[in-house]
């Protein structure tokens, strides 16, 4: 039959969902798939062993390197307490200005995600640190949970992004590109929480009750600089490097963890115990990145043997549909599939059907896959699963789930902004990237 290969696409995805539902984990669940699958439609036995061979293929890449490094850089600078002095030196230097203490939130995020790029390192950093002070000062959980997950949801976009890095290995792109491409949409997506949490605040000061802060001295907030300079260094050795065309990301992120643990040594914070904390952590999480591409390379291979990949590059080929209305298409799918399912499973899903296709239409690779990093952000921050959202609930057991739900609802509004922001404005994605490779 010429379309037997959407019965089987189905068949696969009806199988995958019923696995999840069944509270499998998703790489093992990935993995008995592409196990299955490759046995019935690559021969039998000799599947296995070809299986076997990718996975090893798939894992075994210098350009995958910067996902441990990235992660325990993360780690390390929250475990020795050196995330916490940025946010400190931020809030000195926002000053006594309505919703002081969500701008905090937002500053610190973007800091410490350009420093470390674990998002679920950030939410719980922030959390802790900032919303016991925020519910103190009366602050109410839509200024408060909303500013926590718009700052730390920040290390999803800016380099360097152990999320992104998965992504380029999944999507098979140039993960440097794609690091120095997520610098201007990161930023700008900062400016525009500051502005919705400053103008909000404004105008509803009984979300953010203004306070006297302390009277800070100049002085004082030269010192604070002074503390933290070094650790803003970070970012020059980890994103300047790649930019300049100095080193490599594997270079660098590995070059970022030798400076880091220089540094928690200067500030005298680097501690048995933190350090044996901060390599159990990128361990567990590296491991299960590393399972996740070995599912993904096998989907990709169970996609090519059953013929889907090139019966949906047909199809596509005979669509009359702009490439920009299949964007739009592909991205809603993301965001759907963000509400049920957590950001690496929805990846693995969707990557190896949807690169052939973003390639047959001739749309620009890194672009394509830093609309998905914000619907994957999206994702960590989307109810009723968002990974987000559960980490703010156990930094802050107090609080309930529905006020994190609805303190969510308006950064998902904002990064959808940026998403239209940046299909009307490509450049802002490939400006750099472009500029580093010339």
Known sequence: MEYEWIHLLVFFFSLLILMMLSGMPVAVGFLTLNIVGLYFFLGGES???????????????????????????????????MAGKIVEAVDLWVGRIPGRLSLSSVGGGTLFGALSGASMASVAMLGSTLVPEMTKRGYKPSMSVSSILAGGGLAVLIPPSALGVLLGAVAKVSIAQLLLGGILPGLILAIMYVAYFGIRATLQPDLAPPY????????????SILVVLPMLSLIMVVTGFIFLGIATPSESAAMGVVATLVLAACYRSLTWRALKASLMSTMTTTSMMLLVIVGSSGFSQLLAATGSTSGLASIVRNLEITPIMMVIIMLLIVLFLGCFIDTISIMLVTIPIFMP????????????????????????????????????????????????????LPIVVIQILLVFLLMTFPEIVTFLPEMASQ
């Open 357 to 408: 296709i973003v390639l047959e239409m001739g749309i620009h690779p890194i672009w394509f896959s830093h609309l998905v990093l914000i619907q994957l952000e999206l994702a960590g921050i989307t109810p009723p699963f968002g990974v987000l959202l559960f980490v703010m609930k156990g930094v802050q057991q107090h609080l309930k789930i529905s006020e994190i739900y609805f303190a969510a």
């Open 212 to 223: 006297l802060a302390p009277s800070v001295t100049i002085n004082e907030k030269l010192r």
């Open 47 to 81: 599947a296995m062993s070809l299986l076997a061979m990718n996975a090893f293929s798939s894992v075994g890449k210098f350009a995958l390197i910067p996902i441990p490094l990235f992660i325990l850089m993360g780690d390390l600078l929250m475990r020795t307490g």
